[in-house]
């Protein structure tokens, strides 16, 4: 069946009435050719040219940060194994 989303791109009149300026119905699969179009021109759209490098910068920068932080906690696990085998073989 797939995913159902709704876009209204909204903006205020001169009378200050909120409208909804272009309505946007995405059925099926949200990772459709012509749905990632719509996205990307969204997201172009709010954002504008100049931010979206930042943007992906931090994007970036986040996810090298989880990694190093996935690995540090591993290699610290790792090492308390390593020192609780080796303490069981020394003491044996």
Request: with cysteine; aromatic share 10%.
């Amino acid at each position: 069946e797939g995913v159902r989303l709704r876009v209204c791109l909204f903006f205020i009149d001169s009378n200050f009435r909120l409208l909804c300026l272009i309505k946007l119905n995405f059925m099926g699969d949200l990772f459709a050719p012509q749905h990632i179009i719509w996205i990307v021109l969204l997201f172009l759209l709010f954002f504008g040219g100049k931010k979206i490098p930042e943007l992906m910068r931090g994007l970036g920068k986040g996810i090298r940060e989880f990694k190093d932080a996935k690995d540090n906690v591993k290699k610290e696990i790792e090492g308390h194994i390593n020192e609780e085998s080796s303490d069981k073989t020394s003491h044996s």
